[in-house]
């Protein structure tokens, strides 16, 4: 194609710089973090962060952390990052998973954790807002501490309220593709934010959202779809016995969750003792992280080393020592809509658990000054997986959600890391199947670096699942630099 004209291409540049000059002058600058204390150099792209309250009355306010897009933060897609819980702090996912640093052991001068620069962020594609949802979670928090009572419903209430006030603080942000993400318990938060955008966006609610879909990871989503699936899931990853697996499938009659059967439950139990030292986010991985202790572990194994590593994250250095309360539990039975805010299939888990360097950094007040938080005297401590919620599961199936949307012609990702006991891939893609569409792309392997990265299935109406080969229950712990390119494949509208 010819090149435009002279006067039409100084025009067009004209346009573009305007665009990003208006992209510095609309973000509201008491929200820019000029530095962090435990970050030497400059940053990639611009971070902002701060509160937007959604209850004026009880001071009610999320907290929000936003980076904006290494590539064109002024076209690039806007995307707001929730882990699960319910309680669960979307610092997670900033510090552990797919934000803009990798979160190193040793510590700096003042005592915190020392950062650098993560090549696999997702903020090399796109603009990220990870989100403290409900209040009470994280940074976020209420002055009325009975508004920590609450459930989905309310939750995405406040989401949506969020989002209307964020985007008048970003108009520049307005004309954006935007999505939503998020694993574990965000498969509940996501699909009942996404309604509420959408019955706003029906009703002409200002300001309009360009709401384009969503990806969620190893989503809680149905029940029975989840929790059916973990004594199958374990018989085929080589964990119970045949005998094991038969005596149970004929005693539950193939169900393994929510039954009433005193014999099936304790058999099922059984299961569970069996299965209680593993690591139940991802089975291939030791119950710490730190390269030593995975040493230890495989140092007299025969295994090859192709296969030792298959569960490793990636990064150059440890990541966490546990992950409890990512998703609703596999062992306790949903009581009166009631969650509990712990996970596992066995209490040795949560002994496994420890969050040191997120803690330490999030609790101290430099840190919290910087990114313009709130003083622990006044929110306390931040907590990985909070206990002040009282939390209601006030839905139910999502499976008609993720139905309604796609026939709307939103776009969905539903993607597993196959080595997570929590929310197994098996449940999540019998759910996929059951929405009824027409398969458009039959399952096939997807690569990344010439290698099977893990499988794929594609379906009519814009839905997608893919599994991620080696991965546990966060993908962008374990595998980052898969997470990083399914991800922005299937953002720029890519085959995987």
Same mark, same amino acid.
């Given at each position: 194609?010819?090149?435009?004209?002279?006067?039409?291409?100084?025009?067009?540049?004209?346009?573009?710089?305007?665009?990003?000059?208006?992209?510095?002058?609309?973000?509201?600058?008491?929200?820019?973090?000029?530095?962090? %204390?435990?970050?030497? @150099?400059?940053?990639? +792209?611009?971070?902002? #962060?701060? *509160?937007? &309250?959604? /209850?004026?009355?009880?001071?009610?306010?999320?907290?929000?952390?936003?980076?904006?897009?290494?590539?064109?933060?002024?076209?690039?897609?806007?995307?707001?990052?929730?882990?699960?819980?319910?309680?669960?702090?979307?610092?997670?996912?900033?510090?552990?998973?797919?934000?803009?640093?990798?979160?190193?052991?040793?510590?700096?001068?003042?005592?915190?954790?020392?950062?650098?620069?993560?090549?696999?962020?997702?903020?090399?594609?796109?603009?990220?807002?990870?989100?403290?949802? %409900?209040?009470?979670? @994280?940074?976020?928090? +209420?002055?009325?501490? #009975?508004? *920590?009572? &609450?459930? /989905?419903?309310?939750?995405?209430?406040?989401?949506?309220?969020?989002?209307?006030?964020?985007?008048?603080?970003?108009?520049?942000?307005?004309?954006?593709?935007?999505?939503?993400?998020?694993?574990?318990?965000?498969?509940?938060?996501?699909?009942?934010?996404?309604?509420?955008?959408?019955?706003?966006?029906?009703?002409?609610?200002?300001?309009?959202?360009?709401?384009?879909?969503?990806?969620?990871?190893?989503?809680?989503?149905?029940?029975?779809?989840?929790?059916?699936?973990?004594?199958?899931?374990?018989?085929?990853?080589?964990?119970?016995?045949?005998?094991? *697996?038969?005596?149970?499938?004929?005693?539950?009659?193939?169900?393994?969750?929510?039954?009433?059967?005193?014999?099936?439950?304790?058999?099922?139990?059984?299961?569970?003792?069996?299965?209680?030292?593993?690591?139940?986010?991802?089975?291939?991985?030791?119950?710490?992280?730190?390269?030593?202790?995975?040493?230890?572990?495989?140092?007299?194994?025969?295994?090859?080393?192709?296969?030792?590593?298959?569960?490793?994250?990636?990064?150059?250095?440890?990541?966490?020592?546990?992950?409890?309360?990512?998703?609703?539990?596999?062992?306790?039975?949903?009581?009166?809509?009631?969650?509990?805010?712990?996970?596992?299939?066995?209490?040795?888990?949560?002994?496994?658990?420890?969050?040191?360097?997120?803690?330490?950094?999030?609790?101290?007040?430099?840190?919290?000054?910087?990114?313009?938080?709130?003083?622990?005297?006044?929110?306390?401590?931040?907590?990985?997986?909070?206990?002040?919620?009282?939390?209601?599961?006030?839905?139910?199936?999502?499976?008609?959600?993720?139905?309604?949307?796609?026939?709307?012609?939103?776009?969905?990702?539903?993607?597993?890391?196959?080595?997570?006991?929590?929310?197994?891939?098996?449940?999540?893609?019998?759910?996929?199947?059951?929405?009824?569409?027409?398969?458009?792309?039959?399952?096939?392997?997807?690569?990344?670096?010439?290698?099977?990265?893990?499988?794929?299935?594609?379906?009519?109406?814009?839905?997608?699942?893919?599994?991620?080969?080696?991965?546990?229950?966060?993908?962008?712990?374990?595998?980052?630099?898969?997470?990083?390119?399914?991800?922005?494949?299937?953002?720029?509208?890519?085959?995987?």
């Amino acid at each position: 194609m010819a090149a435009p004209p002279f006067p039409l291409l100084l025009v067009l540049v004209a346009a573009s710089a305007a665009h990003l000059c208006s992209l510095a002058a609309a973000a509201p600058e008491e929200h820019l973090i000029a530095g962090l %204390p435990s970050f030497h @150099g400059a940053f990639p +792209s611009k971070h902002y #962060s701060g *509160y937007v &309250t959604v /209850d004026e009355a009880s001071e009610r306010s999320l907290f929000y952390y936003l980076v904006l897009s290494e590539r064109d933060p002024a076209a690039d897609p806007v995307v707001v990052w929730l882990n699960g819980g319910p309680g669960c702090s979307s610092f997670d996912g900033f510090v552990y998973e797919n934000g803009p640093f990798n979160f190193e052991p040793g510590s700096t001068p003042g005592g915190l954790p020392k950062l650098q620069l993560n090549p696999y962020s997702w903020s090399k594609v796109s603009n990220m807002i990870y989100l403290d949802s %409900p209040a009470g979670v @994280g940074m976020s928090y +209420s002055l009325n501490r #009975s508004e *920590y009572k &609450t459930g /989905d419903l309310k939750t995405a209430a406040d989401a949506h309220k969020f989002l209307l006030k964020w985007f008048e603080l970003y108009p520049e942000f307005q004309s954006n593709p935007f999505y939503l993400s998020g694993e574990s318990y965000a498969g509940i938060y996501i699909p009942t934010i996404a309604d509420e955008v959408i019955k706003g966006s029906e009703k002409g609610v200002e300001p309009r959202i360009n709401f384009k879909g969503y990806l969620i990871g190893n989503p809680a989503t149905d029940a029975d779809y989840d929790f059916n699936s973990f004594v199958p899931f374990a018989h085929g990853m080589g964990l119970i016995s045949t005998d094991m *697996y038969e005596d149970v499938r004929a005693t539950c009659h193939g169900t393994f969750w929510g039954t009433v059967d005193d014999l099936c439950q304790e058999k099922i139990d059984r299961v569970r003792w069996e299965l209680k030292d593993l690591n139940v986010y991802n089975i291939l991985a030791p119950c710490y992280h730190h390269p030593k202790i995975q040493e230890t572990v495989f140092r007299h194994s025969s295994l090859p080393e192709s296969f030792r590593r298959l569960g490793e994250t990636e990064r150059a250095f440890p990541v966490r020592k546990g992950m409890a309360g990512r998703s609703w539990p596999l062992r306790a039975a949903l009581r009166n809509g009631r969650v509990p805010m712990w996970t596992g299939i066995g209490g040795r888990s949560l002994n496994c658990t420890s969050d040191e360097l997120a803690t330490i950094w999030l609790d101290d007040e430099d840190v919290r000054a910087a990114i313009h938080a709130k003083s622990k005297s006044l929110i306390g401590s931040w907590e990985l997986n909070t206990a002040r919620l009282d939390y209601s599961h006030d839905t139910g199936t999502m499976v008609s959600y993720h139905k309604k949307f796609t026939a709307l012609g939103y776009r969905v990702l539903i993607y597993s890391g196959d080595h997570d006991l929590c929310i197994p891939f098996p449940g999540t893609e019998a759910w996929v199947k059951s929405v009824g569409y027409q398969v458009v792309d039959r399952w096939r392997p997807w690569y990344f670096e010439q290698q099977v990265a893990g499988y794929t299935e594609g379906y009519d109406h814009n839905l997608t699942f893919l599994t991620i080969k080696g991965a546990g229950h966060a993908v962008p712990e374990y595998k980052p630099k898969e997470a990083l390119a399914f991800y922005s494949r299937w953002m720029a509208g890519e085959m995987f």
